[in-house]
T-cell receptor, first 114, second 112 residues
Framework: GQQLNQSPQSMFIQEGEDVSMNCTSS?????WLWYKQDPGEGPVLLIA?????ELTSNGRLTAQFGITRKDSFLNISASIPSDVGIYFC??????????????FGPGTSLSVIP | SAVISQKPSRDICQRGTSLTIQCQVD?????MFWYRQQPGQSLTLIAT?????????ESGFVIDKFPISRPNLTFSTLTVSNMSPEDSSIYLC?????????FGPGTRLTVT
């Protein structure tokens, strides 16, 4: 079945550094989504990407939908302590049903050292 | 985006009992989804609940273990039946927001 790989698995960075993480798959997706999950909370949508090659920013976050539609990256610039959390990529597929199926990656755990 | 609430937020249950988790959305939505997130893991889809029809379960999940109700367009319940310690997880409901999915805060279940 469809599977997503995320790298790195975990990161420890100094406050103020830039962060880059990516997500790859052997399957083609219609939409790429990036979520952040804080401890004890549900995932919160950060960025949604709808078109191959699309580059989208949301504040200090930038994400791109790969040209092949099989990968995406997320960059965080000038990291701050509240960026700590687990970042999940998710690929969305149209299955010809009334809804699109969403597959989640295993997550990248980000720790920011003040 | 939709505002989603879940009850309970957490519970500790005994082996062999059942727990029903409620999910309430502040707007009418066609599709609602239930996910499981085992400790330190990613999210796995349990089933999709469409109002007025039976839920559609993913491979590895069955209705007898995870019965779902979807009585209207703003509410759904997931029951975790005959629980065992392996059912200890966060259970999340989610709604289809058009092009994206939005999540509730989750229910943290511990089975002893």
């Amino acid at each position: 079945g469809q599977q997503l790989n995320q790298s790195p698995q975990s990161m420890f960075i100094q406050e103020g550094e830039d962060v880059s993480m990516n997500c790859t798959s052997s399957s083609i997706f219609n939409t790429w989504l990036w979520y952040k999950q804080d401890p004890g909370e549900g995932p919160v949508l950060l960025i949604a990407l709808y078109k191959a090659g699309e580059l989208t920013s949301n504040g200090r976050l930038t994400a791109q939908f790969g040209i092949t539609r099989k990968d995406s990256f997320l960059n965080i610039s000038a990291s701050i302590p509240s960026d700590v959390g687990i970042y999940f990529c998710a690929g969305q597929l149209s299955l010809g049903t009334s809804y699109d199926k969403v597959i989640f990656g295993p997550g990248t755990s980000l720790s920011v050292i003040p | 985006s939709a505002v989603i609430s879940q009850k309970p937020s957490r519970d500790i249950c005994q082996r062999g009992t059942s727990l029903t988790i409620q999910c309430q959305v502040d707007s009418q939505v066609t599709m609602m989804f239930w996910y499981r997130q085992q400790p330190g893991q990613s999210l796995t889809l349990i089933a999709t609940a469409n109002q007025g029809s039976e839920a559609t379960y993913e491979s590895g999940f069955v209705i007898d273990k995870f019965p779902i109700s979807r009585p209207n367009l703003t509410f759904s319940t997931l029951t975790v039946s005959n629980m065992s310690p392996e059912d200890s997880s966060i259970y999340l409901c989610s709604v289809d927001g058009g092009n994206e999915q939005y999540f509730g805060p989750g229910t943290r279940l511990t089975v002893t």
